[in-house]
């Protein structure tokens, strides 16, 4: 493998990729769980639930990691017409929406779906319209199954589309909540900035957890390459070239794939000792003092023998494969961590 070019290659990626957010737009009913379902999603409270925000008027925005999520205000009111609403907001600019209500839909609600659709066609941004509060659909000597027809068919019709998809969620029980990941995890018109998706929101099941782990594959595979070049760090002792800081910023970045919350995550006996392996390399003396472990053990046996007469390239291969090992078994341990976390916490909170 030819590094530098190879380094450069990844370097360029890496930028556009850090450069590239998706800007999720939330759009619906006022106080129907917009800021609840996004938090449910992500697996964090970015937004304050519950307490009115004034969505009313401006529009609300937050960042997390890579993700831009701008909580729009209603339209269709006397402050903003439909119209006005567009020019001010922009929305047409947004990567995808989560339209989400809890009540009647009125006409301004069905010109709103059908320019959804139309940026859907036009612009690949895909919709996502949402009935929340599942848990609450009710009425007297009307049975729920009916009422979820009903909604359904009034969305179709409103958005002049016999077979578009109504997720209905709750927030409080978790219904339908796996079935909306699913949707927008899968779906191809996000483009490469499906990623974005996989590597922030949180993952529930073993399936999201197997994604995750691929996406911090690819990256543990570009780290060692750059490691490998800017291995200019040569450790005493150890004959090899490596980057400590590459290091550290790869495993960084493996755990916010992870969307590993160690603070969380603490306040759980039964994760101790996996979080302990997890939370050790945070500092760069343990990342160095595992590069030596490594180093001894595992190079010793295969490049050791040539270190006296180790050329820039055959070093950079060194440092390549230690980044490479250290990478992948931290993306191991990360995990064993989640998938611990899915089960003893998440399942049996779900279960509750
Ligand atoms: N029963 C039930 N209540 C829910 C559900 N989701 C949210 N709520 C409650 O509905 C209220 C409003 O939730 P929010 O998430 O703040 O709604 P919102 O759409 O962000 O509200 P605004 O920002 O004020 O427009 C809160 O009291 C939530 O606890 C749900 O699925 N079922
Ligand atoms: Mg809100």
């Avoid at 619906?28 to 008027?57: C, M, W, Y």
């Avoid at 831009?68 to 339209?75: A, F, M, R, W």
């Avoid at 750059?226 to 040569?234: E, L, Q």
């Avoid at 053990?297 to 070093?315: R, T």
Wanted: glycine share 8%; aromatic share 8%.
């Amino acid at each position: 493998m030819d590094f530098e070019k190879e380094r450069t290659r990844i370097l360029m990626e890496m930028l556009a990729e850090k450069e590239t957010v998706l800007r999720i737009g939330l759009i619906g009913q006022p106080g129907a769980g917009k800021s609840s379902l996004i938090n449910r999603l992500l697996g964090r409270e970015l937004f304050a639930v519950g307490v009115h925000t004034d969505t009313t008027t401006e529009a609300q925005q937050e960042k997390y990691n890579d993700l831009e999520i701008v909580d729009l205000p209603g339209y269709g009111t006397g402050r903003f017409p439909l119209e006005s609403w567009l020019t001010e907001f922009r929305p047409q600019e947004l990567d995808m929406y989560i339209f989400v209500f809890d009540g009647k839909l009125h006409d301004s609600d069905g010109e709103m779906f059908r320019l959804l659709a139309k940026w859907q066609q036009e612009r690949q941004h895909p919709y996502f319209i949402v009935r929340n509060k599942s848990d609450d659909i009710w009425e007297p000597s009307r049975s729920e199954e009916e009422l979820r027809a009903d909604i359904v068919a009034d969305v179709r019709g409103k958005l002049g589309d016999s077979t578009a998809p109504v997720y209905f969620t709750s927030c409080r029980s978790g219904e339908g909540i796996d079935t909306l990941k699913q949707a927008i995890r899968t779906e191809d018109r996000l483009g490469v900035k499906r990623s974005k998706i996989i590597a922030n929101f949180r993952a529930e099941s073993a399936e999201e957890l197997s994604e995750k782990k691929l996406l911090a594959e690819k990256a543990v595979g570009n780290y060692a390459v750059i490691a490998a070049v800017n291995g200019i760090n040569p450790l005493p002792g150890v004959d090899i070239s490596v980057d400590v800081g590459v290091i550290k910023t790869m495993l960084g970045k493996i755990r916010d794939i992870y969307n590993i919350d160690s603070e969380e995550m603490s306040k759980y006996e039964v994760l101790a000792p996996l979080l302990k392996k997890v939370t050790a390399f945070f500092s760069e003396d343990a990342i160095l003092s595992l590069i030596k472990t490594f180093a001894s053990e595992e190079l010793a046996k295969s490049v050791g023998k040539y270190v006296p007469f180790l050329g820039m390239s055959l070093a950079a291969g060194a440092g390549y494969l230690m980044t490479k090992k250290i990478g992948d078994r931290y993306n191991e341990d990360c995990y064993e961590l989640m998938s611990s976390y899915i089960e003893e916490v998440i399942s049996k909170n779900a279960k509750k």
